[in-house]
């Protein structure tokens, strides 16, 4: 089993920044894609972005593309971050952090084997 416990959620102005962390424990892997999904309210969760691989390869939804980063955490294998930058009122959503075995990386939701409660963001205009 692995653990996923996301922070850094909170209330911003349009134009903003917000860092979100994943920390995760439980079951290693050798490769751990980690993934942050989001979800509106009322509408499906949907894939924000993903890090993979000893080297941090990223992929990102082109809505975020620009504006979001995704790392690993150097100095604490067991965690990785979603740096938001320029926000927008309609990145208002609950943030998921989201593992599978890697290597590799997807943006469907099923794919994923483990989830986080989730964090939430909000963006005022």
């Known amino acids: 089993q692995v653990q996923l416990v996301e922070s850094g959620g909170g209330m911003v102005q349009a134009g903003g920044s917000l860092k979100l962390s994943c920390a995760h424990s439980?079951?290693?892997?050798?490769?751990?894609?980690i993934a942050w999904f989001r979800q509106h309210p009322g509408q499906e969760r949907e894939f924000v972005g993903a890090?993979?691989?000893?080297?941090?390869?990223?992929?990102f939804a082109d809505s975020v593309k620009a504006r979001f980063n995704i790392s690993r955490d150097n100095a604490n294998k067991n965690s990785a971050h979603l740096q938001m930058n320029d926000l927008r009122p309609e990145d208002t959503a609950t943030y998921y952090c989201?593992?599978?075995?890697?290597?590799?990386?997807?943006?469907?939701?099923?794919?994923?084997?483990?989830w986080g409660r989730g964090t939430q963001v909000t963006v005022s205009s």
């Open positions: 989201a593992a599978m075995p890697g290597p590799g990386w997807s943006r469907v939701t099923d794919h994923y084997n483990y």
């Open positions: 890090v993979w691989s000893e080297l941090g390869d990223t992929a």
């Open positions: 439980g079951r290693t892997f050798s490769t751990l894609t």
